[in-house]
């Protein structure tokens, strides 16, 4: 079941990244072009959410059950970089990541003009996408150009 979950949690990943740079671009791509707020920036901006949000849930039951997770957590671990990462850092900063993107979602939908529409997921899809790229354990990654 572990093992099910690690390729899960690695394979939708590039699902949900490919979403949320998508939604980040269009919306950064309309703002910059001065374009209104469109429903198909609506609908991948909810989709980009819905991925990060499913891909959250998929990682913390593998936190739980990965033995690089919570059963992981010590005092002696935290000298260790790589236990570290896994066990405190990439979680930490995907729920965070997480909270940054529902922020810009939220705010999105808000009735103010559309220009600010944008700026709100430009900001809240911005800041997660830079603070998600930080804390993958890339090494670990799987690469399907290999």
């Not at 939604?23 to 001065?34: N, S």
């Not at 920036?41 to 991925?51: E, T």
């Not at 729920?95 to 922020?103: Q, Y």
């Amino acid at each position: 079941m572990y093992i099910g979950f690690q390729h899960l949690h690695s394979s939708l990943a590039y699902l949900a990244l490919a979403l949320l740079i998508g939604a980040f671009v269009f919306a950064l791509v309309d703002r910059i072009q001065k374009k209104p707020y469109s429903t198909s920036l609506k609908k991948l901006s909810l989709w980009a959410l819905i991925g990060s949000h499913f891909q959250l849930v998929i990682g913390l039951i593998l936190y739980f059950i990965s033995p690089l997770g919570f059963s992981n957590f010590s005092g002696e671990n935290m000298s260790n970089a790589v236990a570290r990462l896994y066990m405190l850092e990439h979680p930490f900063m995907m729920i965070i990541a997480i909270i940054a993107i529902t922020i810009g979602y939220s705010k999105s939908k808000k009735d103010v003009p559309d220009a600010r529409k944008q700026m709100m997921l430009i900001l809240g899809y911005g800041i997660g996408l830079i603070l998600m790229l930080s804390r993958i354990p890339w090494d670990a990654w799987p690469s399907f150009l290999n």
